[in-house]
């Protein structure tokens, strides 16, 4: 998701207290942010920000923070938290690329990937949040019991999904093609691209995985 240029979206971002910009400052040190020690649980790839508002707003127990690449994208989910009063939430604006700069070695408890960009040319592969260099990163910054948490309703990109996890010796804990009509359905916090895709008879394929 790429919206028009927002103008003054920077300034609004570097603004708003919620956004952490000296994100490298706070790498091994992101419970010194939220001044406290509970678990950390990041979504990457957060767009206009419903799903992580909304795991904010139901576990005051766990600290989460919103990551996305665009500043256009990320003052849509500023928006949304006008009204949040918690304080277990926080963004940042960076390329999940440079994620193992940001977060030390099994700082993270759990990451949440929802409707990543599919790249659908095989030559932008690399691109996708899913393949296997990706996975590394994840290992490094993930504590060993924690998970990563995918889903999508791009089957393509869902099948390339399940072959780099395990070509990465990553294990599957949980794979849906139908996550909707399961009894998981019950626990699940809509994504704004869940919405709209499930609204389109689309089946949201979800996987869990953990080394
Ligand atoms: N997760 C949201 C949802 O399910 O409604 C948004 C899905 S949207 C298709 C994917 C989002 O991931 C876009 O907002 C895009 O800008 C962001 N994104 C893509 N690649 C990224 C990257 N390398 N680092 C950070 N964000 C990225």
Same mark, same amino acid.
């Given at each position: #998701?790429?919206?028009?240029?927002?103008?003054?979206?920077?300034?609004?971002?570097?603004?708003?207290?919620?956004?952490?910009?000296?994100?490298?400052?706070?790498?091994?040190?992101?419970?010194?942010?939220?001044?406290?020690?509970?678990?950390?649980?990041?979504?990457?790839? #957060?767009?206009?920000?419903?799903?992580?508002?909304? #795991?904010?707003?139901?576990?005051?127990?766990?600290?989460?923070?919103?990551?996305?690449?665009?500043?256009?994208?990320?003052?849509? /989910?500023?928006?949304?938290?006008?009204?949040?009063?918690?304080?277990?939430?926080?963004?940042?604006?960076?390329? /999940?690329?440079?994620?193992?700069?940001?977060?030390?070695?099994?700082?993270? $408890?759990?990451?949440?990937?929802?409707?990543? $960009?599919?790249?659908?040319?095989?030559?932008?592969?690399?691109?996708?949040?899913?393949?296997?260099?990706?996975?590394?990163?994840?290992?490094?910054?993930?504590?060993?019991?924690?998970?990563?948490?995918?889903?999508? $309703?791009?089957?393509?990109?869902?099948?390339?999904?399940?072959?780099?996890?395990?070509?990465?010796?990553?294990?599957?804990? $949980?794979?849906?093609?139908?996550?909707?009509?399961?009894?998981?359905?019950?626990?699940?916090? #809509?994504?704004?691209?869940?919405?709209?895709?499930?609204?389109?008879?689309?089946?949201?394929?979800?996987?869990?995985?953990?080394?």
């Amino acid at each position: #998701m790429r919206l028009r240029n927002v103008k003054g979206s920077r300034e609004t971002i570097a603004a708003n207290p919620l956004v952490i910009c000296d994100i490298t400052e706070k790498k091994g040190q992101w419970h010194e942010v939220f001044e406290n020690s509970k678990p950390l649980y990041i979504e990457i790839g #957060m767009g206009k920000g419903q799903f992580i508002l909304e #795991m904010a707003r139901r576990n005051a127990d766990k600290n989460f923070i919103g990551i996305e690449k665009y500043s256009s994208v990320l003052v849509r /989910a500023l928006e949304k938290c006008e009204t949040f009063e918690g304080d277990n939430l926080r963004f940042i604006r960076m390329d /999940a690329e440079k994620i193992t700069e940001v977060f030390a070695r099994h700082e993270v $408890d759990g990451i949440y990937l929802n409707f990543s $960009d599919p790249w659908p040319k095989d030559r932008h592969a690399k691109r996708r949040l899913t393949y296997r260099d990706y996975w590394s990163r994840y290992n490094e910054i993930l504590k060993p019991e924690g998970e990563v948490i995918f889903k999508t $309703d791009n089957r393509p990109l869902f099948d390339f999904s399940l072959e780099e996890v395990q070509a990465a010796g990553w294990e599957l804990t $949980d794979v849906t093609c139908d996550l909707h009509h399961s009894p998981a359905v019950e626990d699940n916090v #809509m994504t704004e691209y869940e919405a709209k895709f499930s609204a389109l008879g689309n089946p949201i394929h979800r996987l869990i995985a953990r080394r």
